[in-house]
């Protein structure tokens, strides 16, 4: 079972950044496909963005495609979401994920095995 734990939410004035970062621990992280998703209040859960097993694929969702970033350090088991000029309607829990089974397409259709807690992202006008 993998355990995921998201840290770097926080509460940020509009146009302002933030780094999310996930610590991967009791699996094969460089094996696995990581995602990002998000749940804005009285919203459904939503995807924010994938990355394949190496790195070299990441897939971002078209609301925030411009602004933030998926990436990995396998190294460091952790996957980020770099998050610049932040809007209020990006304030949400943000939750890292991972798709043992489905991989890098499941994740980009919102499907996933693993979770994390959540971090809360709040960004103010």
């Known amino acids: 079972q993998v355990q995921l734990v998201e840290s770097g939410g926080g509460w940020v004035q509009a146009g302002e950044t933030l780094r999310l970062s996930c610590a991967a621990s009791?699996?094969?992280?460089?094996?696995?496909?990581m995602g990002w998703f998000r749940q804005a209040p009285g919203k459904e859960r939503e995807f924010v963005a994938v990355?394949?097993?190496?790195?070299?694929?990441?897939d971002h969702a078209d609301s925030i495609k411009d602004r933030f970033t998926i990436s990995r350090d396998n190294a460091k088991n952790t996957v980020y979401l770099q998050m610049n000029s932040l809007q209020p309607e990006d304030t949400a829990v943000y939750y890292c994920?991972?798709?043992?089974?489905?991989?890098?397409?499941?994740?980009?259709?919102?499907?996933?095995?693993?979770w994390g807690k959540g971090t809360l992202v709040t960004v103010s006008s």
């Open positions: 994920a991972t798709s043992v089974s489905g991989g890098y397409y499941a994740l980009l259709g919102g499907l996933a095995d693993n």
């Open positions: 009791g699996g094969t992280f460089s094996s696995y496909a």
């Open positions: 990355i394949n097993w190496s790195g070299t694929s990441t």
